[in-house]
């Protein structure tokens, strides 16, 4: 049955793309705008540096990535991986680089577990045995021999300078940098990271100069010497002598599998989004197919807030239980996007009630959650475009450091559902589709996207751990109803996911009034004491070509159009 569910989901796909040719392909008339918004000042004027020396959207985000890996390590690195949405200007074609970790092939099932099946505090993500085999190196060298113009030689430049001279601590840093500093002291992560063993002072420099060798050796040699040369051999020795598991056969598998991503046409306007092992496009699509059946624009803010949250538990539900690596498991992802289960999700909806997510099978009662991981939106003069989203998973991942590479390793094994029904760092749970096997990439909900309309186009994406989904679709609702870029990074954010039963929302996004009506249809409410998320948009006028590009205000990063 899913398979017939899966062949009707592609034709209806293929008629989507087909009366969106005219919709999608239209060029600006006198060329775009070159822009990019990353989480990181410094990230972006790699990635204009790139631009003006004639370089194309896919080498400023090669330049972007390596970048973000040196000034960013408690979000992205050498040692994670990530999703790279692309958008082919000349092809009118839409691609997604899966360069997802992959779990060691010596991993199983039960490798975070007691003897008794209760799971092992801490030993998914602290130590080289949390850590998933990268996929950043493999997915930089596609990006840039498959789809750029310059070399490596070229594009890692920035990053290799911001490694060797150093870049300079702030405030969000320390606050990393202290939330895990016990993991981070365990390693050679304190000569490169801390200072004296204890969090740097705002203003300190932090040089990496094993990373900066180890980025001058794959411009020389290319990703191979991540994957099969002097670097794998540093890295797997040292993983192993710290109790790790990796071996040279899982870096010398390791490869980048180009993926057909989501794409999803919500009453006229067209997503494209990361499809899976990214959860974020087939949650966001079942969350679109029910909202079309409602007039959401028109409803009064009690109303439309109790929707939303009733889509968003409904497919942060299928989430846990349905989703995981598609070259692993049989995902019927047919059977979740269809109007059959569409019409069944939304009969199940109680426009004055909220539904307890016990109804919806619970499976556990987790806690936590987190915001790490990094975002950036990038267009060139051509509209070729970009959309990535990176992570190590933890803030400074796994906090190891392989000796003599000053690469930081992720720790996305907790990724993977360790037991099924017991929450991961972020409260998410999962099920069978999501378990450990050898050589699996884990879930993610990181969701790189592309919106378009008739006149104008949105590249976007955010960190956030679980509350990426919902960030991206509260953003893309914005830009339908024609927000610009400054108000789509830095809307009111309000979040639910099945599990734990709660609406979280920011500081001031709810009124008492709001709260108080919420609370009387059955909610459960948390208002959070910080903001969240860290949003890149660019979006573009497809008729004059002028292009706007935001960062959110909650974060650090820099968004600049060149002129």
């Known amino acids: 049955m899913s398979y017939i569910f899966d062949m009707v989901k592609y034709i209806s796909k293929f008629v989507f793309l087909l009366l969106f040719i005219p919709l999608a392909t239209q060029a600006a008339e006198v060329g775009f705008q070159p822009a990019v918004a990353s989480a990181h000042p410094l990230a972006t004027q790699a990635g204009i ?5 004639g370089g194309n959207a896919f080498d400023a985000a090669v330049a972007v990535s390596a970048a973000l890996a040196v000034v960013e390590p408690y979000g992205s690195g050498l040692g994670g991986g990530g999703f790279w949405l692309l958008h082919i200007a000349k092809d009118r074609v839409d691609v997604m680089l899966d360069g997802r970790e992959r779990a060691p092939l010596a991993a199983n099932r039960d490798m975070y ?50 490694a060797r001279d150093g870049f300079v601590v702030d405030e969000h840093y320390r606050r990393m940098a202290g939330h895990r500093l016990t ?34 050796l794959i411009t020389k040699q290319g990703a191979k010497a991540f994957y099969t040369g002097e670097l794998a051999e540093q890295m797997v020795a ?36 990361a499809s899976l092992p990214s959860s974020g496009g087939m949650a966001l699509a079942e969350i679109l197919n029910m909202l079309s059946f409602y007039e959401i624009e028109r409803m009064k803010p009690v109303d439309r807030i109790h929707l939303l949250v009733e889509v968003m538990r409904r497919a942060y ?27 069944k999700l939304i009969q199940s909806i109680d426009r004055d009630k909220a539904t307890p997510s016990a109804e919806l099978k ?39 450091v392989a000796e003599g590479t000053g690469i930081l390793l992720n720790d996305e094994m907790d990724d993977f559902s360790a037991k099924p029904g017991v929450p991961n760092v972020y409260g998410l749970v999962g099920a069978e589709a999501n378990a450990i096997e050898p050589g699996k990439r884990m879930l993610s909900s990181m969701s790189p996207s592309f919106l378009e309309t008739h006149d104008r186009i949105a590249i976007l994406g955010t960190p956030g751990g679980s509350r990426i989904i919902t960030m991206v679709l509260l ?67 497809k008729k004059t070509g002028k292009v706007e590009a935001a960062s959110d205000s909650r974060g650090l990063g820099q968004a600049r159009v060149l002129h």
Do not use: C
Not at 186 to 215: N, T, Y
Not at 249 to 272: H, N, Q, S, T, W
Not at 318 to 332: C, N
């Open 475 to 541: 953003a893309m609702l914005d830009f339908y109803q024609g927000g610009d870029a400054e108000s789509m990074v830095n809307l009111g954010r309000f979040h639910h996911q099945y599990l734990p039963d709660k609406i979280s929302f920011e500081p001031g996004v709810f009124d008492q009034a709001v709260v108080k009506e919420l609370s009387k249809m059955g909610h459960q409410l948390e208002a959070m004491s910080n903001r969240y998320g860290n949003m890149q948009v660019v979006v573009a006028n």
């Open 49 to 53: 540096e790139i631009l003006e020396q």
């Open 238 to 273: 040292s993983v192993k002598e710290h109790g790790g598991i990796w071996s040279m056969e899982d870096l010398a598998e390791y490869k980048v599998v180009e993926r057909f991503p989501e794409v999803i046409v919500y009453k006229g306007m067209r997503l494209v989004a």
């Open 183 to 216: 993991a981070l002291q365990r390693s050679d992560a304190a000569d490169i990271f801390l200072s004296d063993d204890l969090v740097p002072e705002v203003g300190e420099l932090i040089k990496q100069s094993d990373l900066a060798a180890s980025l001058e």
């Open 362 to 400: 619970a499976v556990a009662e987790p806690t936590g959650n987190g915001a790490d991981t990094t975002h950036f939106s990038i267009i060139d003069a051509e509209g070729n475009r970009v959309s990535a989203t990176m992570s190590i998973n933890y803030p400074f991942g796994s906090g190891f």
């Open 113 to 162: 577990l007691y003897d008794k099946g209760n799971v092992i505090p801490g030993a998914s993500i602290n130590g080289p045995l949390a850590a998933g085999i990268p996929g950043t190196v493999a997915a930089l060298e596609q990006l840039s021999k498959k789809y750029g113009s310059l070399p490596f030689s070229t594009t890692l430049a920035p990053a290799i300078a911001y």
């Open 317 to 343: 539900r299928d989430r846990a239980e349905h989703m995981g690596d598609p070259d692993f498991v049989d995902v019927p992802a047919g059977l979740l996007t269809s109007s059959v289960y569409t019409n």
